[in-house]
């Protein structure tokens, strides 16, 4: 419908916005990984005699990596406060409560990967959804390549739109959404990863599934291809459910 194009158009722009940042951010990606180090040094060489004698330590990655850790240590943990004696006790079992759920839910590890990317790209993002998967909650640090905000917005806050896009196998995809026709949803082919390198999946079919928050994050429309899957008022009040 007039909808889906008027949000795919808008999306696409976004994506091509996006582009020369993507770049910027493989370059980032290697340097960190060490290979965009290597580069650098063996360039500085004239003589190809000394280059196979060259030995380097990727401090860089050993650094960020120590600053990363540092980072998730020093976020704060739930803690429930008693204001008076006959609370201490339901405070002190709410408090390791929500530090026990918040080890299930493995939100360390997921911080970890979001500072990862912020300190690396300068753009870590978690998402906090409902895994139709899992029938249960779910915190997980994204790809920041793979979110597409208002390119005239300065702030998330002002993005009159937020595109996430997904990329799932064919069974995950009908698990997550009954009505799908996997065979009409854009295939995603070959990805490129984060560093440059290219992942097929082993020859393994994978398609592309659109979640666009617009309107401010109070609608939510999600699509694959031509397929209208969802077009109903966001779920979280709302909001977009990420964080940057």
């Not at 190809?48 to 330590?57: E, F, G, N």
């Not at 911080?111 to 409902?130: D, F, S, T």
């Not at 069974?171 to 440059?196: C, F, S």
Request: hydrophobic letters at 40%; glycine letters at 6%; a negative charge.
């Amino acid at each position: 419908g007039r909808e889906l194009d008027d949000l795919k158009g808008r999306v696409e722009l976004a994506v091509s916005a996006m582009s020369l940042k993507h770049l910027a951010w493989r370059n980032l990606q290697r340097y960190y990984d060490g290979v965009g180090q290597q580069e650098y040094l063996l360039a500085k060489v004239t003589d190809d005699r000394l280059k196979d004698d060259i030995v380097w330590t990727n401090f860089v990655r050993a650094s960020l990596d120590q600053y990363t850790s540092v980072l998730v240590r020093g976020t704060p943990m739930p803690y429930v406060v008693a204001e008076t004696e006959e609370q201490d006790d339901p405070a002190k079992r709410t408090t390791t409560w929500l530090q026990a759920l918040n080890r299930h839910y493995n939100v360390p590890a997921q911080q970890r990967q979001c500072y990862e990317k912020g300190m690396v790209l300068g753009n870590g993002v978690l998402k906090v959804y409902w895994d139709k998967a899992v029938d249960d909650v779910a915190i997980r640090a994204l790809d920041p390549r793979m979110v597409f905000v208002d390119p005239t917005a300065v702030r998330l806050a002002d993005a009159s739109f937020v595109a996430l896009k997904n990329i799932y196998s064919p069974d995950l995809a009908e698990l997550l959404y009954e009505d799908i026709k996997v065979d009409d949803a854009e295939e995603a082919g070959t990805v490129e990863l984060a560093n440059g390198d290219q992942d097929d999946a082993g020859g393994e079919k994978r398609i592309i599934i659109w979640e666009v928050y617009h309107k401010f994050g109070a609608k939510l429309f999600i699509y694959a291809g031509a397929q209208e899957l969802y077009n109903e008022e966001t779920p979280l009040n709302g909001r977009c459910p990420i964080h940057l």
